[in-house]
């Protein structure tokens, strides 16, 4: 009986990760088309236009089966094991953060405790995949590579946590679904504002933890002006110089997924997640609320989806100290300072 | 209580010192594959960490020969040589060179083969610094300026292109003038064709156009914050030290003189027409940089003053059919886009020079680098390297 | 025949007549040159050359086609070229040789036969604030070429010397770095010198030799053409605008 009970448990474990590997590497492809077609409308390109009819909407399919049919190959200087593996660690670090996305009020992976906490140490685990692919590759540009990944990954994990302490000690809970209603209370600090007419989502009182958050949010994906692990024009592709084929579109889809995951988390802390603020979703019926709330966090994460893709392809790029200048000398004393504003108002109120 | 023994603390310290990590500097080659080398210039670096403690260029992957070729070719087939040697900017190559035979020819160019000369020449100093343009915010990091600028420099290779057949290698200069026929009826010898139709007003229109792109570059490269932090104070070249290494051209003005060839030289006739010579204070890459797309506008001008003031007439002097150069020796220097271009040639009256002797830009450009890199960061090293806008056929001739 | 040829040309197009002084000037021999072209760039030259020869105690000098060329003896060598950078000259142009040989592979061979057979290594320095350039230039032994690096004084005569190392197989004493600059490190020989033959030459002659490109016929003022085609219309009408 216990034997069934386990082998349930681990087929259905199994099965719920079979479906997430299928589905959620699909959330990359419009965030990699809008990329495609944004950064050539920015450039006076048009970017795709034949792949799948029209638009070129099906680039990223056609690219992704590109990449498929190349050729796997593995350096003979490199650590093979650990070569192999580092791909899938970072794209398992961006997928196990969807757990505790909240898509709607019941779509919810599970609603952790300490859901905001979770999603942070789990796509820290994406650092030490690439560390491990810059390493491993045997290229002095994949060790420069990965060992500037290393040290920009560390540096902003920190005013990252920093600027959601805020957002948690305004809410008083860790759980990704308590921030969101929390936001959603019509109210600051415990003064009602706006007469119950609008929830206050936590970009305006905690802009300063936004924007830090989103800052640092860049340079945990490696996004310009952040991107000097990667650094085309002087480490050739940085930890990724080595990887071909299908090792390289796990990568690729990784980003983009952490881009999305990163995107969605933010508009849960700061936006209001899948509540759309202006009504109230409890008077619908569950499936109402439910495809509403998804298609609502979508939205919020397009918007900062669009502002990284517009940021990428307008900014140069920083150089190594002077990125470490910015995370320790000044987004960590504002992320301080910030916790301390946010701590007095609330013991004050 | 048992006191610590200060010889034993010492002894610790210098246990704890002679553990320290055992490093040593990695040799990282940078090229001569690599996207920032803009060819073949292999770099062989010794980094400690992102700091690169010395630097050896390696040069020579592209070397042609041009000089023991010029002396087994004749002076209208050198033409055709020296427009490879700087491919950016190709018609400007020609110039020098063809100015020097026709010295000593003794050959008087109409005025205004002078002037098709003139024009075409700061077109393709423009394309030149347009493709600097689009490289640059790209090494630094900026991906979008490069589709910009590269789309103002189509319109300049497309009128180069009407004119002379060719965008990169014009191979349109003749010993006494230009080309007398591009296009139609080149070959029939009775229908001589001028400029082609409507190249004035064209080119006019262009000129509209890079005005408009400097003003887009300022905006989207020059005041980004960016951009600043990464060039300004970066890669800095006393004027001194450039001169003494034979740095020229917009690298040689970014560090303060004002020495510009169109000014001092006559070699073409640059003194019938208003410019400024942009200048920079600090020698710094950001310098550089703004020194150039100070001379994109200042070229543009100089092209508008040229299309309203050339004047009609022939395009070719007289020349022998067969074309020997008198016995002597003479340099003729121009400022080309990379800077100061010059041919040595000594000739013996033969039909091929005696030796030619090519001073290129991009070569004494590119020799103060291992100077100017010692102990830069890695990133530094590529905004150095680029702001000094070399081109590899110019380095290895 | 190029005086002949030019003088027809003179007489068809008036605008060419100032060239035929010129001319003939450029036709005479190379020493005469600077007496028939008395205009201001030449006297400039001639004196640049003088004073610079007077500073660093030269063997010689020549300014004709407004190169101010000077000879100095071997041993002056690195201090004439210092003492000139330090004048006013501050410009390192280039340094490079020439191989004065009978004995040529490929081109032409030297039609004056008093001319001595040596290598001649020259440098080319110029003023930062005018045209004014001098060509200080020395005689090295033909059989065993060997000077002083200019190197400790000139750090930028570097690469240039390399250069002229490894085509011209000059040795330059106390460079720091005397690899080779452009060839690879087994090459062979030295290919800038006049003996060092071009293989594809031998194996074929340049076609190109003969090939001599033909002369347009009429090469009139594209304004008065009246087989013009429409675009010099046009031209004209841009030219009557301004």
């Known amino acids: 009986m216990i034997v069934v009970l386990a082998i349930g448990f681990w087929a259905g474990l199994a099965l719920k990760i079979g479906i997430m590997a299928a589905i959620v590497p699909v959330v990359a492809l419009p965030i990699i088309f809008a990329e495609l077609k944004l950064s050539a409308h920015m450039q006076h390109r048009i970017g795709p236009y034949f792949a799948g009819g029209r638009y070129g909407w099906a680039q990223p399919l056609a690219d992704g089966l590109k990449f498929f049919q190349k050729e796997d190959l593995v350096p003979d200087a490199a650590d093979k094991m650990v070569y192999k593996l580092a791909p899938y660690l970072v794209l398992g670090a961006a997928m196990a953060v969807f757990v505790v996305i909240p898509f709607g009020p019941d779509l919810i992976g599970r609603d952790l405790d300490l859901g905001v906490f979770y999603a942070l140490a789990i796509s820290s685990i994406s650092t030490i995949g690439v560390l491990i692919a810059g390493w491993s590759s045997g290229n002095k540009y994949s060790l420069i590579g990965g060992l500037r990944a290393a040290a920009q990954l560390i540096a902003y994990e920190l005013p990252l946590f920093l600027a959601v302490v805020g957002v948690v000690i305004q809410a008083q809970t860790m759980s990704m679904i308590g921030i969101i209603d929390a936001q959603a209370e019509y109210q600051l600090f415990g003064l009602e504002i706006a007469g119950n007419a609008i929830a206050i989502p936590y970009v305006f009182p905690q802009f300063i933890g936004f924007v830090i958050f989103y800052i640092a949010a860049l340079a945990e994906l490696s996004r310009t002006p952040f991107d000097m692990p990667i650094a085309e024009s002087e480490l050739v592709m940085g930890y990724l110089t080595e990887y071909s084929g299908f090792r390289f579109a796990v990568f690729f889809i990784g980003e983009y997924i952490g881009i999305f995951t990163m995107s969605a988390i933010m508009a849960t802390l700061w936006l209001g997640g899948y509540d759309p603020l202006f009504f109230d979703l409890s008077g619908l019926n569950d499936i109402a609320a439910n495809a509403i709330g998804a298609l609502v966090l979508f939205g919020k994460v397009a918007i900062l989806v669009f502002l990284m893709i517009w940021m990428r392809w307008t900014f140069p790029r920083f150089r190594e100290d002077q990125l470490q200048d910015l995370a320790w000398r000044i987004l960590i004393p504002l992320g301080l300072a910030n916790i301390a504003v946010t701590a007095f108002f609330k013991v004050v109120f | ?397 | 025949m190029t005086t002949n040829q030019s003088d027809e040309a003179a007489a068809e197009e008036p605008g060419a007549e100032d060239s035929v002084g010129e001319e003939a000037g450029a036709e005479g021999a190379v020493a005469e040159a600077a007496d028939t072209e008395p205009d201001a760039s030449t006297s400039r030259t001639a004196e640049i050359a003088e004073r610079f020869a007077a500073l660093v105690d030269a063997e010689s000098w020549t300014a004709d086609h407004g190169l101010a060329k000077i000879r100095v003896s071997n041993d002056q060598w690195v201090g004439a070229v210092s003492v000139a950078h330090r004048n006013g000259m501050p410009f390192v142009s280039f340094l490079s040789a020439v191989d004065w040989s009978r004995d040529v592979a490929v081109g032409d061979p030297l039609s004056d036969e008093n001319v001595e057979e040596r290598y001649e290594l020259m440098i080319r320095l110029s003023s930062l604030s005018s045209d004014d350039s001098i060509t200080l230039s020395t005689d090295l032994d033909k059989m065993s070429p060997v000077i002083d690096s200019l190197v400790p004084v000139l750090p930028g005569a570097n690469w240039h010397e390399r250069e002229a190392h490894e085509m011209f197989g000059i040795e330059f004493r106390g460079h720091p770095n005397p690899k080779k600059l452009y060839l690879p490190d087994a090459f062979e020989g030295f290919p800038l010198r006049k003996s060092f033959p071009l293989l594809s030459r031998e194996v074929k002659p340049w076609p190109g030799m003969v090939d001599v490109e033909a002369m347009p016929e009429s090469a009139g003022p594209s304004t008065e053409n009246p087989e013009a085609t429409d675009g010099i219309d046009d031209e004209g009408a841009t030219d009557a605008d301004a």
């Open chain 2, 1 to 397: 209580m048992q006191t610590l023994d200060p010889a034993a603390m010492a002894h610790i310290s210098e246990v704890s010192v002679s553990v320290e990590l055992q490093t040593s500097d990695m040799t990282l080659n940078i090229g001569p594959q690599h996207p920032s080398t803009h060819g073949v210039l292999r770099l062989v670096a010794k980094v400690d960490g992102e700091r690169v403690r010395s630097v050896e260029p390696v040069i020579g992957y592209m070397h042609r020969g041009y000089e023991k070729l010029a002396e087994v070719r004749t002076y209208p087939q050198i033409t055709a040589l020296v427009n490879r040697i700087d491919w950016v900017s190709g018609f400007a190559n020609e110039i020098p060179f063809i100015v020097a035979a026709e010295r000593l020819m003794g050959l008087e160019v109409p005025e205004r083969a002078q002037y098709i000369r003139l024009i075409l020449t700061e077109m393709a100093r423009i394309s030149s610094h347009l493709i600097f343009m689009s490289s640059y915010p790209l090494e630094i990091g900026a991906a979008t300026p490069l589709m910009h600028a590269l789309r103002e420099r189509e319109r300049v290779l497309d009128l180069l292109e009407s004119v002379t057949g060719g965008r990169f290698h014009p191979n349109f200069n003749r010993l006494g003038g230009v080309k007398p026929a591009a296009g139609a009826g080149a070959q029939t010898k009775k229908v001589v064709q001028d400029l082609p139709q409507g190249f004035l007003q064209d080119t006019k229109a262009a000129m509209v156009k890079m005005f408009e792109i400097c003003d887009d570059l300022e905006g989207l490269v020059t005041g980004n914050e960016i951009f600043q932090a990464r060039t300004v104070g970066i890669g800095v070249m006393p004027a001194d030290r450039a001169a003494a290494f034979g740095v020229s051209g917009p690298n040689l003005r970014a560090s303060g003189p004002d020495f510009d060839l169109r000014k001092h030289t006559d070699y073409l006739p640059y003194d019938k027409f208003e410019f400024e010579i942009p200048i920079g204070r600090n020698g710094d890459c950001f310098d550089r940089y703004q020194v150039r797309l100070e001379e994109i506008r200042q070229s543009a001008s100089i092209i508008n003053q040229a299309i309203d003031t050339i004047p009609s007439g022939p395009l070719q002097a007289k020349v022998p059919k067969i074309i020997k150069v008198p016995a002597g020796e003479i340099y003729v220097r121009a400022e080309n886009p990379k800077g100061e271009m010059g041919y040595h040639l000594i000739s013996d009256g033969g039909r091929v020079p005696y030796r030619l002797k090519i001073r290129s830009a991009s070569f004494s450009n590119l020799s103060v680098l291992p100077w100017l890199l010692e102990d830069q960061l890695v990133p530094d090293l590529i905004a150095i390297l680029g702001s000094l806008d070399f081109v590899l056929g110019d380095v290895d001739r």
